[in-house]
Nanobody, 125 residues
Framework: QVQLVESGGGLVQAGGSLRLSCAASGRTFSRYVMGWFRQAPGQEREFVGAVNWNGGRTYYADSVKGRFTISRDNGKNMEYLQMNSLKPEDTAVYYC??????????????????WGQGTQVTVSS
């Protein structure tokens, strides 16, 4: 069982930066792929990116590639999403998610077993 809590959301101007954090409970955090998803009003929850168990591999949606960076600290049971060059279209509730690492990085939301409650990111133009 893994419990996830996101933090770090807020209001930022276009072009600015934010860093989201995801705190995980449990002693087996390092066995999990950690992902980030986002959901804008009226839209489906979409994949943002994911990182494998040791941080050695990452994968990003095309819409955020080159602007967002995912990292993790297994010693602290933490995952991070550094968001730079933010755009108004990045406005959404951001969720962290977890699934046992089986050697690949899932992009489908139904592939993840554990979810946080979400944190709001608003980018003003």
């Amino acid at each position: 069982q893994v419990q996830l809590v996101e933090s770090g959301g807020g209001l930022v101007q276009a072009g600015g930066s934010l860093r989201l954090s995801c705190a995980a409970s449990g002693r087996t955090f390092s066995r999990y792929v950690m992902g980030w998803f986002r959901q804008a009003p009226g839209q489906e929850r979409e994949f943002v990116g994911a990182v494998n168990w040791n941080g050695g591999r990452t994968y990003y949606a095309d819409s955020v590639k080159g602007r967002f960076t995912i990292s993790r600290d297994n010693g602290k049971n933490m995952e991070y999403l550094q968001m730079n060059s933010l755009k108004p279209e990045d406005t959404a509730v951001y969720y962290c998610a977890a699934v046992r690492d089986n050697g690949y990085l899932p992009v489908g939301r139904n592939m993840y077993d554990y979810w946080g409650q979400g944190t709001q990111v608003t980018v003003s133009s």
